[in-house]
Every structure is written in structure tokens, then in C-alpha cells.
């Protein structure tokens, strides 16, 4: 298994160019998410998605868009990207366990992608 | 709402010495908690995790970490701490609730002197 994989992982945009950031996972995991990683801020949750075609927002979600067609992908895309959104990006995903009955597992990450924008 | 509190930014241990670091949540319901690592440029990997039983949990790399409901801590330790372990270190806590949501701390840099 790759587990969760991101592109591209480093790149550099100009203020009010779009761009999609790229996350797959060949777990099957039902949940996704998209976090950013800001110093002194810890990981900050942007979008997530329980399943195919649900998405939903998390904490920083404005700037951002997701979809989420199926189980294995799930893009992050920049409509006009603004130097607010300089910032290192993680994709996450986990499996739905119902034992004992917990149903939250813990999240994969991938290895980031590293985005500037000037 | 749920919240994760790192109140140490940064510590410094000798290499041997043990290790302590704090975290406190904020959750209405019983937490599911979870410590991650993160080496300089890379992700974040899982060190452990509490869904529920033994209060004391083991994870990998030698560390554990004890959940305290009085508390509401959840502070992983180390007995003797190797240079490798200098990272940045994340405590977390899940909801089950609203879609598999996890809340994570500030962070705790930890650098590891000879």
C-alpha cells in the first residue's frame, strides 16, 4: 500500500492564481480531510469528507473548495490564492470502525505539500 | 467545543533523561485521544492513541501516555529519551460525532542535547 499520497510538494503561486493540491489513499478509508499546518498554530482543519460525494467544512474552510467523487481522491483546490494561504498542506484519512463501539479511527497522513504565494 | 491544550512550546532534555509532555483537552463527551511525531519535513505519524480501559497506554518507540479524566490530561512520557527523538510532537482529540474530526494542539518542539 502507498497509504496517502500528495502532489505536488513543493509550489510557488502568484496572488489570484487557482491550483488543485492532490490526495489518494489505497485504504479504502471512508473519511478524508485537508488540514494546514502554520507555525505556532498546530494543524488547523480545512475541509473534510465522510464519504463519496459529502463533503463538509472544518475550521478554516474559506478560500478553499473540495469534492470528493470517489472513496480514493480527495483535491484541494485554490480558487485565488492569496499569501494568507502560505502554508504547509496535510490530506488525512481513517477507516470507520464500529468495534466495541467506536467509530473513529486513527488518521494517516501524507507527507505534505509546501505552498507559497507571493 | 472540543479544544487541545500544549501549554510547553518547546523543551530541551538530555539525551537519557526522561520525558514528560503535557496535554489538556476540552470535550463534552468521553475523548478519543491520540499523541502523533513529526520529523522536520515530513508527516505526522501516530505514537498512540486512547479510545477507552486501561487508563495507561503503550505506543510505539517506547513512549506511553496516561488519560486522567479529573485532569483531563492525557500526557505522554518517555523513561530514557534517544537523540532520534527530537521532533514535534501533537497531541490530538477525535469526535465521533461530526464525522470523524480531529482537534489538534499547538505542538511541543522537543530538542535532545548530548
Known amino acids: 500500500n502507498a497509504g496517502v499520497t500528495q502532489t505536488p510538494k513543493f509550489q510557488v503561486l502568484k496572488t489570484g492564481q487557482s491550483m488543485t493540491l492532490q490526495c489518494a489513499q489505497d485504504m479504502n478509508h471512508e473519511y478524508m480531510s485537508w488540514y494546514r499546518q502554520d507555525p505556532g498554530m498546530g494543524l488547523r482543519l480545512i475541509h473534510y469528507s465522510v464519504g463519496a460525494g459529502i463533503t463538509d467544512q472544518g475550521e478554516v474552510p474559506n478560500g478553499y473548495n473540495v469534492s470528493r467523487s470517489t472513496t480514493e481522491d480527495f483535491p484541494l483546490r485554490l480558487l485565488s490564492a492569496a499569501p494568507s494561504q502560505t502554508s504547509v498542506y496535510f490530506c488525512?484519512?481513517?477507516?470507520?470502525?464500529?468495534?466495541?463501539?467506536?467509530?473513529?479511527?486513527?488518521?494517516?497522513f501524507g507527507p505534505g505539500t509546501r505552498l507559497t504565494v507571493t | 467545543a472540543q479544544s487541545v491544550t500544549q501549554p510547553d512550546i518547546h523543551i530541551t532534555v538530555s539525551e537519557g533523561a526522561s520525558l514528560e509532555l503535557r496535554c489538556n483537552y476540552s470535550y463534552g463527551a468521553t475523548p478519543y485521544l491520540f499523541w502523533y511525531v513529526q520529523s522536520p519535513g515530513q508527516g505526522l505519524q501516530l505514537l498512540l492513541k486512547y479510545f477507552s480501559g486501561d487508563t495507561l497506554v503503550q505506543g510505539i518507540k517506547g513512549f506511553e501516555a496516561e488519560f486522567k479524566r479529573s485532569q483531563s490530561s492525557f500526557n505522554l512520557r518517555k523513561p530514557s529519551v534517544h537523540w532520534s527523538d527530537a521532533a514535534e510532537y501533537f497531541c490530538a482529540v477525535g469526535s465521533s460525532n461530526t464525522g470523524n474530526q480531529f482537534y489538534f494542539g499547538t505542538g511541543t518542539s522537543l530538542t535532545v542535547i548530548p
Open positions: 488525512a484519512s481513517s477507516s470507520r470502525s464500529l468495534t466495541g463501539g467506536v467509530n473513529i479511527n486513527e488518521q494517516y
